[in-house]
């Protein structure tokens, strides 16, 4: 199996176009960490995973016309939707690479702000993309994720086919490598990959039967079917029956829906070697005056 088919949702357009839905509402969130400790003027960034637009242009904004921002990406598909975005927006200062984001090609210690969004819980080498992550990132470069975990995944009121398709799915994930509860873990991983300053935060969002994202579970537990059914975790009419209770529950307009918290949480390179005791550092730029220490540890 090719890196590209491990990812379990695809490709496909109505997953491009919920991407690019799920980015929009993640805006807000994406535009706060970046004001923490995201690249300033001039800089380099990568999005890695970046999806048909990620945080692309968010990026390309705070780099500006001097910096780059570059996104990579494993799936052809997405790649091409991105190049589309990227031209019709004008994002003059994005490159776009396809590739496998635990070895990218692009130059170690080559990016002052090295991010990633929904992609370390959906890829069974996520220790082996965030080392690659770590490596693309200057001495006192930051490296940045945002990734949920399911904790908070709940409806009110509680249905047994919700709990069937959450374990279901959970155990799906972890059966191909994957960790939904991956989010808490953020800091702690950024840590044991030798970052320093780590900061953290954490958001949580509630849907009504209006909202597309009520029956994100049971839209995801219909996209990996075949996996579902093939693993044993579930069989065809009983996924059939589950989902059918679930959509009607949901469709209720008494019933809601948390989506699994979403986890930001960033680290900085550090800049001295810490074997040697010697500066790694010659003529490189600062980073940016939001990402003094002071700021991030706020909402810690
Ligand atoms: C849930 S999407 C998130 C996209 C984007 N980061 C965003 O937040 O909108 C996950 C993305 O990771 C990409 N991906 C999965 N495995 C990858 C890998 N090994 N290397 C690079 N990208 C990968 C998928 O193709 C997909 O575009």
């Known amino acids: 199996m090719t890196v590209a ?36 003027p001039d800089t380099r960034a990568i999005d890695v995973g970046c999806g048909p637009l990620g945080i692309m242009d968010l990026l390309s904004e705070h780099v500006g016309p001097g910096g780059e921002v570059v996104g990579i990406d494993v799936q052809p598909g997405m790649l091409d939707l991105a190049r589309r975005l990227v031209a019709e927006r004008g994002l003059t200062n994005v490159r776009l690479v396809e ?23 959906n890829v069974p080498h ?9 490596a693309l990132a200057r001495p006192g470069g930051t490296v940045a ?24 799915i959970t155990e799906l994930w972890r ?15 950024l ?10 935060d954490a958001g949580i969002r509630v849907f009504q039967h209006d909202h597309p994202y009520q029956t994100l579970l049971v839209d995801r537990a219909e996209l990996c079917r075949d996996a579902l059914v ?6 065809h009419d009983e996924l059939d029956g589950t989902i059918g209770e679930l959509r009607a529950h949901l469709a209720d307009p ?11 949480a960033w680290g900085r390179v550090p800049e001295v070697n810490e074997v040697t005791g010697v500066s790694d550092v010659s003529g490189v730029s600062d980073l940016p005056d939001a990402a003094d220490p002071s700021d991030v540890t706020e909402g810690a």
């Open 191 to 200: 840590r044991e990959a030798g970052l320093t300053d780590i900061g953290v």
């Open 126 to 134: 996520s220790a082996a993309v965030l080392a690659a992550m770590v």
């Open 254 to 264: 008494g019933t809601i829906v948390v989506h699994p918290t979403l986890f930001q």
């Open 145 to 168: 994720v945002q990734d949920v975990d399911w904790i908070s995944r709940v409806c009110d009121p509680p249905h047994p086919a919700w709990n069937r398709l959450v374990d279901a």
């Open 5 to 40: 088919e491990q990812y379990l949702m695809g490709a496909g357009s109505d997953e491009l176009d919920r991407m690019l839905f799920q980015g929009r509402m993640f805006r807000p969130e994406a535009e706060r960490l970046l004001r923490r400790c995201g690249p300033g």
């Open 99 to 121: 590739g496998d984001a635990a070895e990218s090609g692009e130059a170690p210690g080559g990016f002052d702000f090295v991010h990633t969004r929904l992609v370390l819980m």
């Open 230 to 235: 093939e693993r044993g975790l579930i069989g």
């Open 175 to 189: 059966l191909n490598g994957m960790d939904v509860l991956l989010g808490r873990r953020l800091p702690r991983l």
